[in-house]
């Protein structure tokens, strides 16, 4: 509690003109939330990155940046009947290059758009390297799971009130310059914030939760000053009896109030998947699962994707096209890397680098359920 009070006073001094314009909007009543929902597709659609990019640095740089691949991979995603797709930013690209950034934001919206597709933008990301580096990105490491993905802001501006402003600047102004844009679904303000990377760069500290904790509503503050017409979120993805907001931690309370539409990341079981949808319901508001499937671990298209028709829940699967992220493979290649053999089954993506399938079933599905109206499963 002690550092929390100290970032408070940092933050304070370093940035004393904090203070949200007037103009901001308020959190969308329910009514407001379930309208917007009631006018859009049934969301279904992956996490993306295109294949010849190993994290949001190089899929945005100007030097590596791709919309002939970008253009081919949306295309096969049209093809399934798909209509948004979860698509990572990153402050470090604002600062390097403002207005190419936003220029390559408004040519990705373009080709989104001619393959009927709504990004939602996360902004913040708190997973896998906390150390990123602009420019050139290190090749993957043979065998393990997305092994080049940076977090943002990282632990270095996560830790410097004196970096705030920076941050700050960013997200008002991503978020002012494409705020009345209907090519875009929404805005994720900060992917799992209090994951701790326990598998990979571990750091459990309680300076590192309280400054997330610190930090993460004045994301939203500043993301709901630039007038957004999209809906703000952030999901939640641990623990459980989500209905229960007394129970849960700071930055979950701050996911679940501050969210215009709750969105939820769950990797299980469907029997587990229907609890946490069910406990999310409670909330009144549209819920969209932005983080599922994986297949040795229990979650995948057959399962829970007809789940999430019925309860008309939006459907993002984390991986698209297998390529530099090497998201096929399981978690567990951070201890043991898949070099001398393949795992047993693709642990995420939907497509080969070729634009062939990895199992025609699944493809089958995703067609038959987007193509039905909400909330309808057609029977095969």
Same mark, same amino acid.
């Given at each position: 509690?002690?550092?929390?009070?100290?970032?408070l006073?940092?933050?304070?001094?370093?940035?004393?003109?904090?203070?949200?314009?007037?103009?901001?909007?308020?959190?969308?009543?329910?009514?407001?939330?379930?309208?917007?929902?009631?006018?859009?597709?049934?969301?279904?659609?992956?996490?993306?990155?295109?294949?010849?990019?190993?994290?949001?640095?190089?899929?945005?740089?100007?030097?590596?940046?791709? +919309?002939?691949?970008?253009?081919?991979?949306? %295309? $096969?995603? @049209? /093809?399934? #009947?798909?209509?948004?797709?979860?698509?990572?930013?990153?402050?470090?690209?604002?600062?390097?290059?403002?207005?190419?950034?936003?220029?390559?934001?408004?040519?990705?919206?373009?080709?989104s758009?001619?393959?009927?597709?709504?990004?939602?933008?996360?902004?913040?990301?708190?997973?896998?390297?906390?150390?990123?580096?602009?420019?050139?990105?290190?090749? +993957?490491?043979?065998?393990?799971?997305?092994? %080049? $993905?940076? @977090? /943002?802001? #990282?632990?270095?501006?996560?830790?410097?009130?004196?970096?705030?402003p920076?941050?700050?600047?960013?997200?008002?102004?991503?978020?002012?310059?494409?705020a009345?844009?209907?090519?875009?679904?929404?805005?994720?303000?900060?992917?799992?914030?209090?994951?701790?990377?326990?598998?990979?760069?571990?750091?459990?500290?309680?300076?590192?939760?309280?400054?997330?904790?610190?930090?993460?509503?004045?994301?939203?503050? $500043?993301?709901?000053?630039?007038?957004?017409?999209?809906?703000?979120?952030?999901?939640?993805?641990?623990?459980?009896?989500?209905?229960?907001?007394?129970?849960?931690n700071?930055?979950?309370?701050?996911?679940?109030?501050?969210?215009?539409?709750?969105?939820?990341?769950?990797?299980?079981?469907p029997?587990?998947?229907?609890?946490?949808?069910?406990?999310?319901a409670?909330?009144?508001?549209?819920?969209?699962?932005?983080?599922f499937?994986?297949?040795?671990?229990?979650?995948?298209?057959?399962?829970?994707?007809?789940?999430?028709?019925?309860?008309?829940?939006?459907?993002?699967?984390?991986?698209?096209?297998?390529?530099?992220?090497?998201?096929?493979?399981?978690?567990?290649?951070?201890?043991?890397?898949?070099?001398?053999?393949?795992?047993?089954?693709?642990?995420?993506?939907?497509?080969?680098?070729?634009?062939?399938?990895?199992?025609?079933?699944?493809?089958?599905?995703?067609?038959?359920?987007?193509a039905?109206?909400?909330?309808?499963?057609?029977?095969?």
């Amino acid at each position: 509690m002690r550092t929390l009070f100290l970032c408070l006073a940092l933050l304070a001094l370093a940035a004393p003109d904090f203070v949200v314009s007037a103009g901001a909007r308020e959190v969308w009543t329910k009514d407001q939330a379930n309208q917007w929902y009631g006018k859009q597709k049934w969301l279904v659609g992956s996490n993306y990155i295109n294949a010849d990019s190993i994290n949001q640095l190089e899929m945005w740089q100007a030097e590596s940046f791709n +919309p002939a691949q970008i253009d081919k991979e949306l %295309g $096969w995603a @049209q /093809g399934l #009947g798909m209509t948004t797709m979860r698509v990572f930013l990153h402050d470090a690209l604002w600062s390097q290059d403002q207005a190419g950034f936003k220029k390559r934001i408004d040519t990705f919206l373009a080709i989104s758009a001619k393959h009927g597709i709504k990004p939602l933008f996360v902004l913040f990301d708190s997973c896998w390297d906390p150390n990123y580096k602009l420019g050139p990105q290190h090749p +993957p490491i043979p065998g393990v799971h997305n092994s %080049g $993905w940076v @977090q /943002g802001p #990282g632990s270095k501006a996560l830790a410097d009130p004196a970096q705030y402003p920076r941050l700050e600047a960013y997200v008002k102004g991503v978020v002012s310059a494409f705020a009345k844009d209907d090519r875009i679904l929404g805005w994720d303000v900060w992917n799992e914030p209090d994951n701790t990377n326990g598998n990979s760069y571990p750091d459990n500290s309680q300076a590192r939760y309280d400054q997330v904790a610190l930090l993460l509503p004045q994301v939203f503050a $500043w993301a709901r000053a630039a007038d957004p017409s999209q809906p703000l979120t952030s999901g939640i993805w641990h623990h459980d009896h989500w209905e229960n907001l007394a129970s849960l931690n700071s930055v979950e309370k701050a996911q679940l109030t501050q969210s215009d539409v709750i969105s939820f990341h769950d990797y299980s079981f469907p029997e587990v998947f229907e609890v946490r949808a069910t406990a999310l319901a409670t909330y009144g508001r549209p819920v969209i699962c932005t983080e599922f499937m994986a297949r040795g671990a229990g979650s995948t298209f057959d399962t829970i994707l007809p789940i999430g028709k019925k309860r008309n829940i939006g459907m993002i699967n984390w991986g698209f096209v297998v390529g530099k992220t090497q998201t096929d493979l399981p978690w567990d290649s951070w201890q043991k890397p898949y070099t001398s053999r393949p795992p047993v089954v693709w642990h995420h993506e939907v497509f080969r680098a070729d634009g062939t399938a990895y199992r025609e079933r699944e493809i089958a599905i995703i067609k038959r359920l987007s193509a039905a109206p909400k909330t309808i499963v057609p029977t095969e």
